[in-house]
């Protein structure tokens, strides 16, 4: 399944402005805003990382909005977009869950504003075309330290023109996903 992607949102373990290791909040524009661009390019799945029960009760909540209830008839393209997410209690189960989908060789592809020497969107590319990629996002002030010692990929940070990098991951998602899938 080559040239195949995922997207992971992982709300732990990630940092916070203090760079402690923290547990975020599951937010309802990150579920919508990641999932619509997700299924505008095609991405195969969107994987929403938390080990929170309240956390995932209310994701639920969301996409059976979405997925079943009003909301699925009041806007059917939004619960399209949602059929792509899945709950998972860590990016392990993520990763895991991927593989069983596009294949043991799928690979996770870090990322962080603050990276040096990652690879770039053309190299990710290439290694898409190869290969299935399951792109890790995180939220709070990115993913902690410890995800960075599997020996994983990781992708250059997006960059603007200025010297200010502090995007929402929406945001972020959406021009990486456009970089690695998009015409342009």
Not at 1 to 11: D, I, R
Not at 170 to 178: F, K
Request: hydrophobic share 45%.
């Amino acid at each position: 399944m080559s040239g195949a992607l995922a997207v992971a949102l992982v709300h732990h373990p990630v940092l916070d402005r203090n760079a402690q290791v923290v547990t975020t909040a599951v937010t309802n524009l990150d579920i919508h805003d990641i999932a619509r661009t997700a299924r505008t390019y095609g991405v195969a799945k969107f994987f929403l990382v938390t080990p929170v029960l309240e956390q995932k009760r209310l994701a639920a909540r969301i996409l059976s909005h979405w997925r079943e209830g009003f909301g699925a008839g009041y806007n059917r393209d939004r619960g399209d977009a949602l059929s792509l997410v899945e709950m998972a209690d860590s990016l392990p189960e993520a990763i895991e869950a991927w593989r069983r989908i596009a294949g043991s060789d799928a690979l996770p592809m870090l990322t962080g504003a603050r990276v040096s020497n990652g690879m770039s969107f053309a190299q990710c590319r290439r290694l898409l075309a190869e290969r299935p990629l399951l792109l890790v996002l995180g939220t709070g002030w990115g993913l902690a330290p410890q995800l960075f010692c599997n020996d994983w990929p990781v992708l250059e940070p997006v960059s603007g023109t200025g010297d200010y990098n502090h995007l929402s991951v929406r945001a972020a998602a959406a021009i990486i996903v456009d970089r690695l899938l998009g015409s342009g």
